[in-house]
Nanobody, 123 residues
Framework: QVQLVESGGGLVQAGGSLRLSCLAS????????MAWFRQAPGKEREFVAA????????YYADSVRGRFTISRDNAKNTAYLQMNSLKPEDTAVYYC????????????????WGQGTQVTVSS
């Protein structure tokens, strides 16, 4: 497992932007698939985006494709989620997750999680 710490959440108006960061501990960060999930009040945690170890393969949920961009800097042990054109329905706690191997959309496939960072989008 790897230890993950998210940052960058906050309050933003609709149409605005935020960039989330996920700092990982451990020397094998570059071998992990990194993902972002989110959980709104009263809802299940849902997949947002993921990126393979090389950074060349990415997947997005339909609800964020074209607005969010996932990236990583293996030299800094950090994954990012750039969120543009934010909508009130993007309001949630955003979690960073990691796993060895391929990208999966299910929370059950990820064995390392951060504590979450709150993103609130006002209308």
């Amino acid at each position: 497992q790897v230890q993950l710490v998210e940052s960058g959440g906050g309050l933003v108006q609709a149409g605005g932007s935020l960039r989330l960061s996920c700092l990982a501990s451990g020397r094998t960060f570059s071998s992990y698939t990194m993902a972002w999930f989110r959980q709104a009040p009263g809802k299940e945690r849902e997949f947002v985006a993921a990126i393979r170890w090389s950074g060349r393969i990415t997947y997005y949920a339909d609800s964020v494709r074209g607005r969010f961009t996932i990236s990583r800097d293996n030299a800094k042990n950090t994954a990012y989620l750039q969120m543009n054109s934010l909508k009130p329905e993007d309001t949630a706690v955003y979690y960073c997750a990691a796993r060895s191997g391929d990208i999966y959309y299910s929370t059950r496939q990820y064995d390392s999680w951060g504590q979450g960072t709150q993103v609130t989008v006002s209308s």
